[in-house]
């Protein structure tokens, strides 16, 4: 069975199809549930215990050409950061918990962890995504930025 998966540089270019071979389904189904900021946590993990690095090659993420400097300054996938708290943390923890679908405890443990250092909320946003998203912590007294 093929399945198809996206890279994020050229999700929107093309569609590259992948064979898994019967003997990794399992595992992948189990990393396609997985939130982005899980998917993170688990390639550090790989990455300390197998001395690898899961980083691109440098040849892929070559700059743009001077004609295309427009496009290299129009970004269209973002990273959301909770810069602040502010007065009403249980609604910025709710705004948290839906966002990541993450329980209580662990929304409450990022949002505690951001009143003394940014805390990423959200990897990988589109960019229409990310505007609404800063705009419910906006709403909620936090401050979110993208990046």
Known sequence: MAEETKTAPEAEEKEEKVEVPEKFKKMVEEIEKMQVVELAELVKILEKKFGVSAA????????????????????????????????????????????????????????????????????????EEAEELKKKFEAAGAKVELK
């Open 56 to 127: 691109a090659p440098v040849a892929v993420s070559a700059a743009p050409a001077a004609g295309d400097a427009s496009a290299a300054e129009e970004k269209s996938i973002f990273n959301i950061e909770l810069i602040a708290v502010g007065d009403k943390k249980i609604e910025v923890i709710k705004v948290v918990r839906d966002i990541t679908q993450k329980g209580l405890k662990e929304a409450k443990d990022l949002v505690d962890a951001a009143a003394s250092a940014p805390q990423m909320v959200k990897e990988g946003v589109k960019k």
